[in-house]
């Protein structure tokens, strides 16, 4: 039958077989397949998923989110995955998804950083981040595992934790030309780097941690010395110039140097973390231990110029101290001023005798009662110039028994030791007494005596040349002609002259005759001796 007008047909149902009505079909295979593998590379991703950590830092400067490996040893263990501020904008937070096979590297101990190019005491480092940029660093920790936040450094870390060696701490006055990454040095070999410095507690001096490579840790002994093997070690004072360098490393970032006493390994090797004393130089290291010093205080009246702090306090050629500080102050009792130097005296460096002494005295009173021995047979303080060419001073103990008696104050702190002046104060001293009494001569009155003196000279002279002058002139004149009359008797032609001349010529006529009848008595004495019979006759 025809449908009715406006309604739709009816469609016959179709003939399904009874065997076929239950089959699922092929289609719903697909999306289940496709949801399997789903979940099988959730499960996969969930089971190989490393841990994830935050690291702070103080800039982000090189990184970036989703680029930026971390590495150990140059091996990919993790990318950076975010990159925000802290809520106090002090720091950035940088988001880390770390491997399956980094889980050690969330030890408490675990320490990242960023790598750059960077030059620093122990060389240049990163330069392979110029092509592929920055990237984090890390160290694994050996903590107890699981932490996730972390706070990275600055540089990388001096020493890595599977790097073997010895850390020791050393006490200093000062950091003097020492960084992070200054080589430390044994017998001029680099065995090691300074891994850390920081302040005092008290501000009394510096602290440094050192890292030494095994198997040189071996040759730190109880006994150790250590000093500042800095770069230019230049030195003026009053023994003249002196110049010490270590290496060429040295010479640069400066250095630490150790050695033990005997110059041989030790027998007793120091365990990690053993702390010593560093020196300033290599003879203060290697010096005897000069126990505590005593404090004493010099007060001189004269300049300090050219005593410096450090100077030396010599006895005979011993260096027994320094000079701590040099100062000025009133003296209410002479109404001056005087300079009081304050040194730091080592009894013990006066002989073996003195260090048992030393040590056998529980309340330390022994050095002050070698002081005051001392003091009570003439011992006194003196500057002396120990360089012309620098005009550096130094200050020299030693005997002078013409010097006043003293009593020194062992229970002074400081103890005030006498002094004496040097030999230029007291040539100085010498010459200003000749000069005050060089002050009292009358100079003036000589001076006008003198004057009244040349006057009556002058007086003189005129009265000489008034009166005297002209009866000289009159005697020189009759003296004149006397002159001439003798003149003319003493000419060739005169009379005088002539007879003189026949007087002289008859006396020698004589002398002749005479001469001949010596001669012929000498030939013939028997003509004497007959003329002398005949006599008789």
Do not use: C
């Not at 300074?194 to 941690?209: C, H, N, Q, W, Y």
């Not at 303080?381 to 550096?392: E, F, K």
């Amino acid at each position: 039958m025809p449908d009715k007008e406006g309604e739709l047909p009816v469609l016959p149902e179709p003939q399904v077989e009874r065997g076929s009505r239950w089959l699922p079909s092929l289609v719903w295979l697909v999306p289940l397949l496709a949801a399997l593998i789903g979940l099988g590379l959730v499960a996969k991703s969930v089971l190989d998923q490393g841990p994830v950590v935050e690291v702070s830092f103080r800039s982000g400067d090189g990184l970036e989110a989703g680029k930026t490996k971390v590495k150990y040893k140059d091996v990919d263990i993790g990318i950076v995955r975010s990159i925000a501020l802290q809520e106090d904008l002090s720091k950035v937070l940088v988001t880390i998804e770390m491997t399956k096979e980094a889980k050690r590297f969330t030890a408490a101990d675990t320490r990242f950083w960023v790598v750059r190019p960077r030059v620093g005491a122990s060389g240049v480092s990163g330069l392979g981040t110029l092509l592929s940029g920055a990237y984090i660093g890390v160290d694994a920790g050996k903590g107890v595992l699981g932490t996730t936040r972390f706070t990275g450094l600055e540089r990388a870390p001096p020493v890595t934790v599977d790097q073997k060696g010895s850390q020791f701490t050393l006490h200093a006055d000062t950091l003097g030309s020492i960084d992070i990454g200054s080589p430390v040095f044994y017998r001029r070999i680099q065995v090691g780097q300074v891994i850390d410095f920081a302040l005092e507690p008290k501000g009394t001096g510096v602290s440094m941690r050192v890292f030494v490579n095994a198997p040189y840790d071996q040759h730190v002994g109880k006994n150790t010395r250590w000093w500042h093997a800095s770069g230019v070690d230049l030195r003026l004072d009053s023994s003249g110039f002196k110049l010490n360098t270590q290496s060429l490393a040295a010479l640069l970032v400066g250095g630490i140097a150790f050695e033990s006493m005997s110059g041989h390994k030790p027998d007793a090797v120091a365990p990690g973390g053993s702390e010593f004393l560093l020196a300033d130089d290599q003879a203060s290291a290697m010096r005897e231990p000069d126990g505590q010093p005593i404090s004493s205080v010099f007060y001189f009246d004269q300049s300090l110029r050219g005593l410096q702090p450090g100077a030396t306090v010599d006895f005979r050629g011993i260096v027994l101290g320094e000079v701590r500080s040099v100062g000025v102050e009133f003296d209410p009792k002479k109404k001056s001023f005087r300079m009081p130097v304050t040194v730091d005296l080592y009894p013990a460096r006066l002989g073996k005798r003195f260090q048992q002494a030393l040590a056998a005295d529980p309340e330390g009173k022994a050095g002050s009662e070698v002081l005051e021995r001392m003091v009570s047979r003439g011992l006194r303080a003196q500057l002396r110039t120990g360089n012309l060419l620098t005009g550096q001073l130094y200050i020299a103990l030693d005997f002078f028994p013409s010097s006043a008696q003293v009593k020194l104050d062992v229970d002074a702190v400081p103890l005030e030791i006498p002094t004496v002046p040097n030999s230029l104060e007291e040539l100085q001293t010498q010459i200003a007494s000749i000069a005050r009494k060089l002050d009292q001569v009358p100079f003036a009155d000589i001076g006008n005596n003198l004057n009244a003196t040349l006057k009556n000279a002058n007086a003189l002279f005129k009265q000489l040349d008034a009166q005297v002058v002209p009866e000289m002139k009159d005697t020189l004149g009759a003296a004149r002609q006397t002159f001439g009359t003798a003149e003319l008797l003493l000419q060739k032609d005169s009379p005088v002259q002539s007879d003189l001349r026949e007087a002289l010529q008859q006396l020698t006529q004589t002398m002749q005759s005479l001469n001949a009848l010596s001669d012929y008595l000498e030939r013939h004495p028997e003509s004497l001796i007959r003329g002398k019979q005949g006599d008789k006759k």
